[in-house]
């Protein structure tokens, strides 16, 4: 009777066993499958995994590959922005010495002549000199290593260096940059702390120039569309005459190819200056208003944030580095003096702007506090 029950047991031990080691066989694919799942996404989390994330950090790991792309584009067209800025601008000036100019001469009064002559030149010269202090002044960069006598607010995750006060990570130029205020592909270069005067100043002039020739040159504007029209309105006429072989008509005159080239000149030069005006002059009108609130195109932003954490709490926020709207204006040129408004801001001007970049002295309503202010 024993015998039979232990040969019963090990031949149900022996089948049991056997069941065991097909299921281990028949689901050993899918197991480590999800195995290699599991190690996967705790290596993912170990990666990721940082008490501070957020949903903008996860955004910006998302398009990182997308940010990535953009910048490597700028970064190489940058060079073409620029000769094309150049190009488009010597086109102008060449049409307006080479047509316009010898008409201003021969049809305009002597005290309007002397007036174009005057304001023209000055506007030109104020245009060339900042777009190329613009393009050939450092923006400004933070030392890598620290020191005792810069308030570091932060460190960069990218440089893995501090980061003083105002100053911003430019992806395309791969390094920190002092009050950052944006990388213009039109400069090639970043807009900071030392070219952010010459940057403003020619979006202005600029901006100021190619109003003055689309109000000037509205009439020559007019008369040069007129005459593009009436050319190709003979031009139909001497196809007419051509196709119906009436030699014996008086064909209709022809305009030369200098009065052509005259009459196309004026209406490209007219249509780019008027774009331009719009473009750029939206673009400076922005820029005003940031300068008078003493912010720059990244503050903006930070700013526009922490005033609604802060309205959340019922407290107010104000910019620490705002000193009015003059006081700001005469911070971001440089005025020190009366005569500097004529010196520094009517005539080119190489002189510094005030501070280094790497300290901040805050506006007088703002508390002065132990440790430096964050973000801004």
């Known amino acids: 009777m024993k015998t039979r029950r232990w040969i019963f047991s090990a031949v149900m031990r022996l089948l049991l066993r056997c069941l065991r080691i097909g299921q281990r066989h028949r689901f050993w694919p899918t197991r480590k499958v999800w195995q290699l799942w599991l190690y996967g996404r705790l290596c993912v989390r170990s990666l990721l995994y940082n008490s501070f994330i957020d949903s903008d950090t996860a955004l910006d790991a998302l398009f990182e590959p997308v940010y990535w792309l953009v910048d490597h584009i700028t970064r190489w067209f940058g060079v073409v922005f620029v000769a094309l800025v150049i190009i488009l601008t010597s086109s102008v000036v060449c049409i307006v010495y080479v047509c316009l100019l010898p008409l201003i001469l021969r049809t305009y009064p002597l005290p309007l002549v002397f007036w174009h002559f ?119 006429e001497r196809l007419q005459v051509t196709a119906n072989q009436t030699y014996g008509q008086t064909p209709p005159p022809t305009f030369t190819f200098n009065q052509r080239a005259f009459h196309k000149s004026v209406v490209y030069a007219w249509v780019l200056c008027s774009s331009v005006a719009l473009a750029l002059g939206a673009l400076m009108i922005w820029h005003t208003v940031l300068i008078t609130r003493g912010e720059t195109s990244i503050e903006r932003h930070i700013n526009r944030k922490e005033k609604k954490r802060l309205q959340k709490k019922g407290k107010v926020f104000r910019n620490p580095y705002s000193y009015g709207p003059l006081g700001n204006w005469k911070v971001f040129l440089g005025v020190e003096r009366k005569r500097h408004w004529v010196t520094r801001v009517l005539l080119p001007s190489t002189h510094p702007p005030k501070g280094s970049g790497l300290n901040w002295d805050t506006a007088p309503y703002v508390p002065e506090q132990k440790t430096a202010l964050l973000a801004i």
Not at 137 to 155: E, F, H, L, W
Not at 169 to 176: D, G, T
Not at 190 to 219: E, K
């Open 118 to 236: 005057i304001y023209g030149h000055w506007n030109l010269v104020m245009i060339v000199f900042h777009y190329y202090m613009a393009i050939t002044t450092q923006p400004g960069y933070p030392p890598q290593q620290s020191r005792s006598d810069i308030a570091a607010v932060s460190i960069c995750r990218k440089c893995i260096a501090p980061k003083p006060a105002r100053t911003h990570h430019c992806s395309i130029c791969n390094r920190c940059v002092l009050k950052m205020d944006h990388h213009c592909p039109w400069l090639n270069n970043c807009v900071g702390h030392f070219n952010h005067r010459y940057f403003f100043s020619f979006c202005l002039f600029m901006t100021m120039g190619c109003i003055y020739s689309s109000i000037s040159g509205w009439d020559m504007f007019w008369e040069a569309y007129a005459a593009i029209e009436k050319m190709k309105l003979l031009a139909k």
